[in-house]
């Protein structure tokens, strides 16, 4: 009994060393193999680092303002007899806008008239008599007043005609009609607006730092979101001698031709000042760059070496400056001509190799519009 014991021992040892010793040879089968494992190439996009001339700009938001831009109000209590525009048309200065009843004030004018010549015949009777000493000084000055006062009556009732006969100031585009025949206005009631809208200023706003790049005469370009894909070229043409304390910036003051009259006071467009310089920048693209607090990278195409076929990836840090739409300049790090890794920068690794394949890679521009999805 004891000796089948232990030969039932002895038989299950043998089983177990056996399936030990083959699954030893598994394990160290599996070792070698992954120690001779070549992971594939990594299918990326290239492109090479290239020097271009950036156009070299101060960026600003600015509101544009007409250069004369009022509301047309009245002067006098009355009641609006005439209305003589159209709105939202073109007018020119001098052209009637409103006229107000002014029957009382003519009606009046007859007979301060008939006293103006009155008082001047007197005055020219008494100025003889004066001269022959046959009234005194002081008749005759009594004489001259009357004249002055009879025609300072008449010069006023004048003007309140003119002040009831309201015509544009300036030549520019109307805006909507705020009265109606019969209305009766009280002084400042408003009746339409008026705003010349060629040319156009833009004002906006740049740091003191830049204060120095800037002077009255530089071109500036402007874009908005309601004129998309047009740039209206102007200049700047003044600049505000004040900085402001709080936020430490200077007003600026460009003019824009606006021939179309597509451009309207109070919108919002972005200003770009176009300064004379014109440096030579090494350019990539934005996506070509890993971002990583530790420093920014790309990943450099190379050829193998040691015989070997293929490209292998070189992990190269940089320094970046100016942003410029889809690309960023390189100061330092880069070499122009040399081919970097344009997109999925982010599961790259140092010496992994690549295989270029550049049919799906996107198109790289300094000013981007995308369409709106």
Same mark, same amino acid.
């Given at each position: ?13 043998? &089983? ?9 040879? %598994? ?155 019969? %209305? ?35 071109? /500036?370009? #402007? ?9 209206? /070229? ?46 030579? &920048? ?35 840090? #940089? ?10 300049? /390189? ?43």
């Amino acid at each position: 009994m004891k000796k089948r014991i232990i030969l039932c021992i002895l038989a299950l040892v043998a &089983v177990i060393a056996t399936l030990a010793g083959i699954k030893a040879m %598994q394990i160290g089968a599996m070792i070698n193999q992954g120690k001779k494992f070549v992971p594939p190439p990594e299918t990326v996009t290239s492109t090479q680092a290239k020097t271009e001339t950036w156009t070299a700009n101060l960026t600003a938001v600015g509101t544009l303002t007409a250069v004369q831009g009022v509301t047309v109000a009245t002067e006098l209590v009355g009641k609006v007899v005439k209305i003589g525009f159209e709105p939202g048309t073109a007018v020119k200065k001098g052209d009637l806008l409103v006229r107000q009843d002014t029957s009382s004030e003519e009606a009046q004018l007859p007979g301060l008239a008939a006293q103006v010549k009155l008082a001047r015949t007197e005055l020219a009777r008494d100025g003889k008599m004066l001269a022959d000493k046959i009234i005194s000084q002081s008749d005759y000055d009594k004489a001259a007043a009357a004249y002055d006062q009879a025609v300072a009556q008449v010069n006023n009732i004048r003007a309140t005609i003119d002040k009831k006969t309201i015509h544009a100031p300036f030549t520019g585009r109307l805006g909507i009609r705020q009265v109606n025949l019969g %209305q009766i206005l009280r002084e400042g009631d408003p009746i339409v607006t008026l705003q010349t809208l060629s040319p156009i200023f833009v004002d906006f706003t740049l740091p003191q730092q830049q204060m120095a790049q800037v002077h009255a005469g530089l071109p /500036v370009q #402007v874009t908005c979101d309601a004129l998309p894909g047009e740039t209206i /070229v102007g200049r700047i043409t003044a600049i505000n001698p004040l900085v402001d304390s709080d936020t430490r910036t200077i007003k600026l003051q460009a003019t824009l031709t606006n021939s179309a009259e597509k451009l309207r006071p109070g919108m919002f467009v972005n200003v770009a000042v176009v300064l004379p310089t014109r440096p030579k &920048v090494l350019a990539i693209p934005a996506t070509a760059v890993l971002y990583a607090p530790y420093g920014d990278s790309v990943f450099i195409i190379e050829a193998q070496k040691e015989g070997k076929k293929g490209m292998v990836l070189r992990q190269q840090f #940089v320094r970046l400056g100016e942003k410029r739409g889809d690309f960023v300049a /390189v100061t330092s790090g880069l070499k122009e001509g040399e081919s970097i890794v344009t997109t999925g920068v982010f599961k790259l690794r140092n010496g992994q190799t690549a295989v270029i394949d550049n049919k799906l890679a996107p198109p790289f521009q300094q000013s981007p519009k995308p369409e709106n999805n």
